[in-house]
């Protein structure tokens, strides 16, 4: 499956962005989602996941009551909607599929990736 992420920008602290992630393939809704991110000289992680139906999602610790991931299986496509966004949100932005059961915050289980999109929240 190919990933294709959209929506990033520039933003303000207490405001909001909506991320994209348009996946090729007809078999989509067979892989959990994970919205990742990397900012400068940090390691790259996990802040979103969703299993395959959307029954089930899951938050890091930093982001949970202010971002939501969904998606829609129809359109092949996962969200990631960012409310209430700080400075310390400001990253690259990557949305990743697994093939697996469920969601995992590892990045390394995660086989496909987007190409990135630039998140920057100033203060």
């Known amino acids: 499956v190919q990933l294709q992420a959209s929506g990033g920008g520039l933003v303000q602290a207490g405001g909001s962005l909506g991320l994209s992630c348009a996946a090729s393939?007809?078999?989509?809704?067979?892989?959990?989602m994970g919205w990742f991110r990397q900012a400068p000289g940090k390691e790259r992680e996990f802040v979103a996941g969703i299993n395959w139906s959307g029954g089930s999602t899951y938050y890091a610790d930093s982001v949970k009551g202010r971002f939501t991931i969904s998606r829609d299986n129809a359109k092949n496509t996962v969200y990631l909607q960012m409310n209430s966004l700080k400075p310390e949100d400001t990253a690259v932005y990557y949305c990743?599929?697994?093939?697996?059961?469920?969601?995992?915050?590892?990045?390394?289980?995660?086989?496909?990736w987007g190409q990135g999109t630039q998140v920057t929240v100033s203060s």
């Open positions: 990743a599929a697994r093939r697996g059961p469920g969601v995992v915050i590892a990045y390394t289980s995660y086989e496909y």
């Open positions: 393939g007809r078999t989509f809704g067979n892989y959990v």
